[in-house]
Structures are given as C-alpha cells and as structure tokens.
C-alpha cells in the first residue's frame, strides 16, 4: 500500500519532470561558494574572523533578499556562547605506590588546579537511580570517588560516554573532591588520549559553578587488574597533581532569516532550511583537518559546508519572490564541526515553538563522487520522499539513500537537533555513493577548495535543494516520520498525535 502511495504521488508530479530546472533568477553559486571558502576567510572556524565574516555576509545577504530577522536574534543574529577548554600540560597520579602519566595512563576532561595527597573510595559504577544507588553507605565527603564507566556491565560505550556529565554532578551531589573514571569503552586508547588531551575542546558555555570546577580524570585499565585491584581495596589514599583545564569562552552566531507564507492557514506552520557556515580552520585555528602541506595550511571548507550554505542562500533569493504557502525559516548554524553546537544551542533556545516547526530540511555533505546523484540522508524516513526525488528529478539528478547507514551520517548533522524534538529533518547531501578516495581526497582537507568545484553541478545541486524545498513547503498534507522510526515517539510527543 505504502509503495503504491508513493507511485501515485510520483505520478501526479511527474508530468514535466525538466520544467523547473535553472528557474533561480540571476543564480550565484559560484560567487557564493568564491567568498565563503576564500583564503581571506581562513576556513571560518568557529570563534574567529572568518567565521563572523562569513556570518555577515549570510545577513546582509538576508536583508537584500528582504528576509525579516526573527523575534530574538539582533540583526539576524542569534548569539551563541561556547567554552573552549584546554587540557593541562602536566599531571599525575600516585596509587598504589605507582605513577600514572597523563596522556599514557589517563586524561584530564576538566577541572581546576590541584595538587593533594587525598582519600580515594571505590563506588563501582558512581551511579544513582530509581533502582540503585551506588553511593549509599559511603562517605565520599572530601575525598576522590573512582568508578567504572557507564552505569552497569550493560552499558553501551556510546551511552557511557554521554554519561559523563551525570556522573560528574553524581559525585559532586555525593560531597566528592574528584572523581576518576577507569576507561573500558572499546575505542583505542592512543585515539582517545590524543583527542581529549591533546587539543582545545569546545562545548556549549554554562554559568561557573562547582561542578566545572570538580577535577574529572579518564584512568586506563585496559587489561582491568588495577579495577579488579581497588574493588578488593575498596578505599585507602593517593596522590592526585594537575596543572588544571584552561577555560575560555568564546562567541559566535547562528544567522537566522524569516519569510512569511502566503497560505492563510498553512503559513502557521514552519520549514526550517538550514545548513553549517563553520569550517575547520586554518592556520594555528584549525579544528579536525588533515595534514596542511607547506604550500597550503587553510582548509577552505567548499564542499563541507559552502555548497550547503550557498544553497540556503539560493532559496532565500528565489523564496523572496516566489512565497510557498507555508512560512521559512533559513538558518545558517555556526559550530557544527566543533559538535552540532549551533543546532543544539538553537534546539535548547528556540526562537519559534517546536510544535509550530513541521519540517527541517538541512543542506550538509562531506563532497561527491557521483555527479548524477544527490545523497539524501533520511530520504525514505519522512513522507517527503517523493517531493524530494521530483525535486532532484526536475533539475536532472537522481536523488539516493544513505549508501553508508554504518557510518551513522543522520544523526552526525545539524538535522539531529530536530529529529530529536520529533521534527521529520531530513539532510539533503552532494552524490555519495561510498567513503571513496574521491571524497577522503577533499574531506576536511585543504584541498577543498573553490577551484577543485564543478559549478555546474554546483548549480543544479542547489536548484535540486530549492525545488524539493518549494514543493514541501507547498505540501498539504502532514509531515510524518515513517512508521516505526526512532525518532517517532519523539515527534508524537511533539504533536500531539499517534
């Protein structure tokens, strides 16, 4: 029945499948594409220069096509505020009459100076909940808690590690001085020191309190003795010495636009056309790029994310003068290289009720290897399919699924931050058809760069993404996730339906 619904639908838009194609007036990719990943902008890492440049250009942009900024930014601003937090470069441990070095043996994830000799308390998982309590009967007053990962044996290493901050104000709640974690999560250990140790991390800013404060190690135990050593032990003393995490903040945007719908009913409701304007960086402000060659230290982010950015920039301009029913919003996130961090702070801060956002089309890719297609991440998992196969379809390109569902790319976008409220938020992606040597050449790369484009793929690849954007916004009926997706319930809690 569902396959037949779609051949209907397919069927009813089918009848100029070519029509549309090139119908942007005065269409500007390449310029676009040109400025954002110019070396001027030193790969727009987010807190710098290029990045604010980039988001200037994307407002004035805005207001040229006559976008109206949303109640509670300031000049199509959304101010964002991030921490960025730099390990120590000196630490120990002494336990049991053995040193631990930082870096070899543990990492530091935050907290302030410290150098004490102090009482340890071994507390199993440093766990609380409705059915256990790990900390009851201990007194972990003023002394260090050391735990294991997770919550139980049956933890799953991606859930302890979002249990951090949990766990942390667990200990904190418990009277703790520190809290060191014994590290079991299956990802090499050389890869987790040099990432947590070895480089700035950001996250989204919160107020100074105790808790950021609190020292927070990661000890390795990789064939789990010492573990098996301190449950025997249960208690005794150590020596815990760390030059402590430097924090700063830093400030950055998202840059966010509105046009009103011209449906008296429909333009109550919302799309959202977004995409990430960040990059890596370049210089000594780089974030997760490859090697720089001494001809060039600038990762000029073209692919990843200029020609998404471009393509919202695109539908602003033909949106201006060609209202759908429904009302957009264009939202260019900073900080999504550094962990979704524009989306998430916008999704924890939204400037219109969820409940009124009915659909997210991002714009987001890591480049392509196949000019015939576009990727669509998500493509079978809203009821948009088919507006979104014509939209391709009518500006000749073949719109594709995921070829690489391990890699789990749906959820490693801006898009997540609304699927996760329940909004059906698709990423509509250059054609990719595997993690090839064509797209490892330019990913986060320097590389990538204007020159390496096809523009003329560049251009049909934006019409692509503003035809499927106008037919969904014009959509009459209700936007769905699939039956039986994941992120369904979250999207009935939203709605209120079944």
């Known amino acids: 029945m569902k396959n037949f619904l779609l051949l209907s ?88 009459e053995q040193i631990f070095r930082l870096s070899e043996h543990f990492i530091v994830l935050q907290g302030a100076a410290i150098d004490q000799e102090l009482p340890w308390v071994f507390a199993h998982y440093g766990w609380e909940d409705d059915t256990r309590n790990d900390y009851a009967n201990l007194d972990v007053k003023g002394k260090v808690v050391i735990c294991k990962m997770g ?36 990802y090499p250990w050389p890869i987790i020191s040099r990432y947590f140790g070895g480089s700035s991390q950001y996250e989204l800013a919160e107020e100074e309190n105790a808790a950021s404060a609190l020292s927070f190690l990661w000890l390795n135990d990789p064939e789990k003795t010492l573990t098996s050593a301190l449950e025997t032990q249960k208690q005794g003393t150590l020596r815990l010495q760390s030059g402590g995490m430097l924090i700063e903040k830093v400030a950055s945007q998202n840059v966010i636009g509105m046009l009103e719908g011209k449906d008296p009913l429909l333009k109550k409701e919302y799309i959202f056309l977004s995409a990430h304007y960040d990059h890596v960086g370049g210089g000594t402000n780089t974030g997760s790029g490859g090697a720089m060659t001494p001809e060039d230290s600038i990762y000029n982010g073209a692919r990843d994310n200029a020609m998404g950015t471009t393509a919202v920039l695109e539908a602003a301009a033909y949106f201006a003068k060609k209202r759908p029913a429904r009302s957009l919003v264009f939202i260019a996130y900073t900080g999504e290289e550094l962990g979704l961090l524009g989306s998430k702070y916008y999704a924890q801060n939204p400037l219109i009720p969820f409940k009124d956002v009915v659909y997210n089309f991002n714009c987001d890719g890591a480049g392509y290897n196949d000019k015939t297609k576009v990727t669509v991440i998500g493509l079978e998992r809203t009821n948009a399919q088919a507006l979104i196969l014509q939209g391709c379809k009518e500006n000749g390109l073949e719109a594709i699924v995921d070829p690489v569902p391990e890699q789990n790319l749906f959820d490693r976008s801006d898009n997540v931050s609304f699927a996760e409220k329940g909004v059906p938020a698709p990423t509509f992606a250059p054609g990719l058809t595997a993690f090839d040597e064509a797209i490892q050449q330019y990913y986060h790369q320097v590389a990538d760069d204007a020159d390496s484009l096809d523009f003329v793929y560049v251009a049909q690849y934006a019409n692509a993404y503003v035809r499927s954007a106008e037919l969904i916004a014009n959509f009459k009926e209700k936007f769905k996730w699939a039956e039986g997706d994941k992120y369904e319930k979250a999207y009935q809690s939203l709605y209120g339906t079944n």
Request: charged share 20%.
């Open 151 to 186: 919550a139980s044996d049956e933890t799953d290493p991606r859930e302890a590690l979002q249990l951090i901050r949990l766990k942390r104000d667990l200990a904190l709640k418990n009277g703790a001085a520190a809290l060191i974690e014994i590290y079991n999560a299956p």
């Open 9 to 96: 639908l397919l069927l009813t838009l089918a009848s100029n499948p070519t029509a549309w194609a090139q119908k942007i007036p005065g269409a500007s990719p390449e310029k676009h594409i040109r400025f954002l990943a110019s070396d001027e902008l030193m790969g727009r890492m987010t807190g710098t220069a290029g990045n604010n440049q980039a988001a200037d250009y994307i407002a004035a942009h805005f207001k040229k096509q006559g976008l109206m900024p949303v109640p509670g930014t300031e000049g199509y601003f959304q101010k964002v505020y991030l921490q960025k937090t730099t390990p120590p470069q000196s630490a120990s441990i002494t336990l049991n």
